[in-house]
């Protein structure tokens, strides 16, 4: 399953940006897709997750109140819509999907090391 992440780039602080995720080769009704983010030097972090059947959703703390998905592009497709960007939001981020859907009391489980393809990342720089 070959994963294609797009639309990072360059945006000043307090801008948008939109990334897009797709997995053309990916057949299934339970799965989990979702975003992640790798700064230099930490761990990857989950941004959002949503479980195809159900559409179920889980963003990460730094996501939160800023950023939103859409799947308005088709059921193997995850949009990331980042709002009010900081530095801090700098990362390459990754998308990334599991062929199954778990669920827990705080939504769905994806947790990286559980994720089965990943796409290449897409560098965001958030700088004035």
């Known amino acids: 399953v070959q994963l294609q992440a797009s639309g990072g780039g360059l945006v000043q602080p307090g801008g948008s940006l939109r990334l897009s995720c797709a997995a053309p080769?990916?057949?299934?009704?339970?799965?989990?897709i979702g975003w992640f983010r790798q700064a230099p030097g930490k761990e990857r972090e989950g941004v959002v997750c949503?479980?195809?059947?159900?559409?179920?959703?889980k963003f990460g703390d730094s996501a939160k109140g800023r950023f939103t998905v859409s799947r308005d592009k088709g059921p193997n497709t995850l949009d990331l819509q980042m709002n009010n960007l900081n530095p801090e939001d700098t990362a390459v981020y990754y998308c990334?999907?599991?062929?199954?859907?778990?669920?827990?009391?705080?939504?769905?489980?994806?947790?990286?090391?559980?994720?089965?393809?990943w796409g290449k990342g897409t560098q965001v720089t958030v700088s004035s």
């Open positions: 990334a999907l599991r062929g199954m859907e778990v669920a827990t009391a705080l939504g769905p489980a994806c947790p990286a090391g559980g994720m089965d393809y």
């Open positions: 080769g990916f057949t299934g009704t339970f799965y989990t």
């Open positions: 949503i479980t195809n059947s159900n559409g179920k959703t």
